[in-house]
């Protein structure tokens, strides 16, 4: 158990479709990212949250992509318009990035 | 050229040998080194975090950073058919906003 917990596990969806991803650190953690994993690719860096606040976001973020921590403890990330290329494994992590949790993994069809 | 390089594998070696895994980058700026295992479906967990050049070792693991080269190491004794996993490489220059930077993986077979 890393003390982090996504829900849900795994999203199917069809394009076109928003979808959203939650995020759940058991403890509370000022630093908090989220990362795309494609198949036989390492994690890519997507966003960072200092508490609330969003202080850094990858190009990768496109417009369809939206991540929030209203009160500096879960975090969401939302994708409108999915697109096939959006499947992959979303990974959210905390503390300097040690703990990673186990990911939602998104098939659009 | 990608600024974290990993052969991606699958590297397979009998139970019990010594297993070494590398990584190489480019970006001077990176100071912070991480070595992740990943079982199928799951999320990275941490296993070796090392700053700066130089040795580290925990149990069978053993990190190594020669950042003049640009190179980084895992080496895992007593291999384990539960080592069987991907390896993940990652690093930052540090301050956290910028996240880590991650090797593509390598897939790591113990044969029992």
């Known amino acids: 158990d890393t003390g982090v917990s996504q829900d849900p596990r795994h999203k199917i969806t069809k394009r076109g479709q928003n979808v959203t991803f939650r995020c759940d650190p058991i403890s509370e953690h000022n630093r908090l990212y989220w990362y795309r994993q494609t198949l036989g690719q390492g994690p890519e860096f997507l966003t960072y949250?200092?508490?609330?606040?969003?202080?850094?976001k990858s190009r990768l973020l496109s417009d369809r992509f939206s991540a929030e921590r209203p009160k500096g403890s879960f975090s969401t990330l939302e994708i409108q318009r999915t697109e096939q290329g959006d499947s992959a494994m979303y990974l959210c992590?905390?503390?300097?990035?040690?703990?990673f949790g186990p990911g939602t993994r998104l098939t659009v069809l | 050229q990608k600024e974290v390089e990993q052969d991606p594998g699958p590297l397979s070696v009998p139970e019990g040998a010594i297993v070494s895994l590398n990584c190489t980058y480019s970006n001077s700026a990176f100071q912070y080194f991480m070595w992740y295992r990943q079982y199928s479906r799951k999320g990275p967990e941490l296993l070796m975090y090392?700053?700066?050049?130089g040795n580290k070792e925990d149990g069978r693991f053993t990190a190594q950073v020669d950042k003049s080269s640009k190179y980084i190491s895992l080496f895992i004794r007593d291999s384990q058919p539960s080592d069987s996993a991907t390896y993940l490489c990652a690093m930052s220059a540090g301050g956290g906003a910028d996240g880590l930077t991650f090797g593509k993986g390598t897939h790591l077979i113990i044969q029992p």
């Open positions: 992590s905390v503390y300097n990035e040690q703990f």
């Open positions: 090392t700053y700066s050049s």
């Open positions: 949250f200092q508490n609330e606040a969003q202080l850094e």
